[in-house]
């Protein structure tokens, strides 16, 4: 924000156009470091839901592969291992999908937050200087 109000004050003796022009070059050289790394999370909360169901549909595939070709005496402790190892991937991968998408949207609004401010700064420094070059002028 700084950055923003110091940009805006260098043009001060400039037209307007000039002040206002300055002050989002220096909204845009800020917004990328706000916004550069929280799509990451949500990308990373995705995966980790995808790495839950990739994870259920293997224990069920070894489930069902080791039941078939087990005795019968075998058959239901091997089907609820293999069961409980997809179950457990499920679980896993819903619980860090939910935390990543959670997070995500926390950040998310934090960083709405932070451009609205920028926004509102940029808008209170013009109309600050406009209406001290117009006191200055009448």
């Known amino acids: 924000m700084?950055?923003?109000?110091?940009?805006?004050?260098?043009?001060?003796?400039r037209p307007d156009s000039e002040v206002q022009a300055a002050m989002d070059e220096a909204a845009l050289r800020e917004l990328p470091k706000i916004e550069s790394r929280t799509p990451y999370l949500a990308l990373l909360a995705n995966l980790a839901m995808l790495c839950?169901?990739?994870g259920t549909v293997t224990g069920l595939i070894a489930?069902?592969?080791?039941?078939?070709?087990?005795?019968?005496a075998s058959r239901a402790t091997?089907?609820?291992?293999?069961?409980?190892e997809a179950m457990n991937c499920t679980?896993?991968?819903?619980?860090?999908?939910?935390?990543?998408?959670?997070?995500?949207a926390y950040l998310n609004?934090?960083?709405?937050n932070a451009l609205d401010d920028i926004a509102e700064v940029k808008k209170n420094?013009?109309?600050?200087?406009?209406?001290?070059?117009?006191?200055?002028r009448g």
């Open 2 to 13: 700084d950055e923003l109000v110091k940009a805006g004050l260098m043009k001060v003796n």
């Open 52 to 54: 839950g169901l990739f």
């Open 63 to 72: 489930a069902f592969g080791a039941v078939a070709n087990a005795d019968a």
């Open 78 to 84: 091997m089907l609820a291992r293999g069961i409980s």
């Open 91 to 104: 679980a896993f991968g819903l619980f860090t999908g939910i935390l990543g998408l959670a997070s995500f």
């Open 109 to 112: 609004g934090r960083t709405q």
């Open 125 to 136: 420094v013009s109309n600050l200087l406009f209406q001290a070059k117009a006191a200055l």
